[in-house]
């Protein structure tokens, strides 16, 4: 008795308010077959986000022995936090359209961020038409790619993300805001999740940070008359009496101009200016750790040192040379031998020697 008309109490109102509800809603609804949105009920509200605590960031790497300081950007100010993401989303695969394939795929930090191959195929499968180069050192470049055509770290890391992993920034922007430790990351380093923007800055920021030192020629260049072999020494006399420093200019090696050695049939720097007089001239390329970064040239055809070599001191492969910097001389095996020892010496180690941990 007692019990059935407490039910009757606490039942009789929730209808009522049920009932009420269903009136209130229903009330504005004239046609319900013109506006079925108008019948859906409100989506539930998110969950809360799981809370990421990160440890502080990995401190910018020391400076090794005779590295060269990258150049600052007022625009995306390096700093250790930044660094150390575009790190990790350098060898993410989830930066990639399908989920295949990372940057380092084709820049491998043992082959001094090179591939290791002649040409190399982009997610969906076309063809690279020129050869993966060293990363090591981007900092102080003044251009980017063999022709020069992007001018500046951002935007050669937002052209790749597209170009070579087929990713479509927005969308994966978003993939990377869906990992709650990625998002901190960008929260960390630049107070907003990942966005189209910020995830080349942030690749920009390892590059900048992304750099090579303490070989056995810094080392002689820093007083210990030891560090270089018998043969290094002759193979750098060879190499400064021969001009080679004309364009290859310590401490990089590289002089960042634009030169024609003749080879292969690639229009070069004219794809970027479309300057007849630039037709078949590329980027010096960096000799910092050159004997990790076979095969040779823009087109990678020359699989060995030696062989790259040979053809440099024959002063390219057109006959008068085309650069008036390139000056033939005639060096025998021994002589090819010295200056390999010589580019070996330059061999150093890494600020970034390894792959991150993903998150
Ligand atoms: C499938 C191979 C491949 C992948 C993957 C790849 N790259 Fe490269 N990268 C290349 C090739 C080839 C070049 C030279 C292209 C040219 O000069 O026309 C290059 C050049 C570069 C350069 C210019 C270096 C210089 O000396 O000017 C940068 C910077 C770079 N890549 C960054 C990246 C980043 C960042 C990613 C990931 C978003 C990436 N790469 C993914 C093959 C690849
Ligand atoms: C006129 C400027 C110039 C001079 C002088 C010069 N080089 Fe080069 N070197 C280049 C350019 C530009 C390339 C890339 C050319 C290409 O890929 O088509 C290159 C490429 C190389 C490579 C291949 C590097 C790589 O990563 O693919 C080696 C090794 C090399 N040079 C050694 C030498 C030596 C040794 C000498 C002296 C005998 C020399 N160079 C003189 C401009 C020069």
């Not at 900092?139 to 935007?155: C, K, Q």
């Not at 690639?266 to 004997?291: I, M, Q, W």
């Not at 076979?294 to 002063?315: N, Q, R, S, V």
Request: glycine fraction near 8%; charge should be positive.
């Amino acid at each position: 008795m007692h019990v059935r008309s407490l039910v009757g109490v606490v039942v009789v109102p929730v209808v009522f308010v049920v009932a009420c509800k269903t009136a209130e809603t229903k009330k504005p609804e004239p046609a319900p077959a013109a506006q079925p949105v108008a019948a859906k009920p409100a989506p539930p509200p998110p969950p809360p986000e799981p809370k990421v605590e990160l440890p502080p960031a990995r401190p910018l790497p020391k400076a090794p022995l005779g590295s060269v300081e990258p150049k600052a950007s007022d625009d995306n100010p390096l700093t250790a936090e930044k660094a150390e993401l575009g790190w990790t989303l350098f060898f993410d695969p989830r930066l990639s359209k399908d989920g295949s394939m990372a940057c380092a795929q084709c820049h491998h930090t043992d082959k001094a961020y090179t591939s290791g191959n002649v040409m190399d195929a982009k997610v969906g499968g076309a063809m690279n038409k020129r050869n993966s180069p060293t990363m090591v050192g981007l900092g102080v470049h003044s251009s980017f790619y063999w022709d020069g055509r992007m001018p500046t770290l951002e935007a050669v890391s937002a052209a790749a993300w597209k170009g070579q992993l087929g990713a479509d920034p927005a969308v994966s922007a978003k993939a990377l805001n869906d990992v709650p430790v990625y998002k901190a990351m960008f929260v960390r380093a630049f107070g907003a999740s990942a966005s189209p923007e910020n995830v080349p800055q942030a690749l920009a920021s390892f590059f900048r940070a992304l750099n090579t030192g303490n070989s056995a020629w810094d080392k002689a260049q820093a007083g210990d008359a030891t560090a270089l072999s018998k043969d290094a020494k002759a193979g750098e006399a060879l190499f400064l009496k021969a001009g080679c420093a004309g364009c290859h200019a310590p401490p990089l090696f590289s002089d960042f101009a634009f030169h024609a050695l003749g080879i292969g049939d690639d229009a070069g720097r004219f794809d970027a200016t479309k300057d007849e007089a630039d037709r078949g001239k590329f980027k010096t390329p960096s000799l910092r750790n050159v004997a990790l970064t076979a095969p040779y040239f823009h087109d990678g055809h020359a699989k060995t040192l030696e062989e790259a070599i040979a053809l440099m001191a024959k002063g390219g492969a057109v006959t008068p040379p085309k650069d008036p910097l390139l000056k033939p001389v005639k060096w025998n095996p021994k002589q090819i031998a010295q200056v390999k020892a010589y580019l070996e010496s330059l061999t150093g180690e890494l600020t970034f020697p390894e792959a991150p941990k993903l998150p």
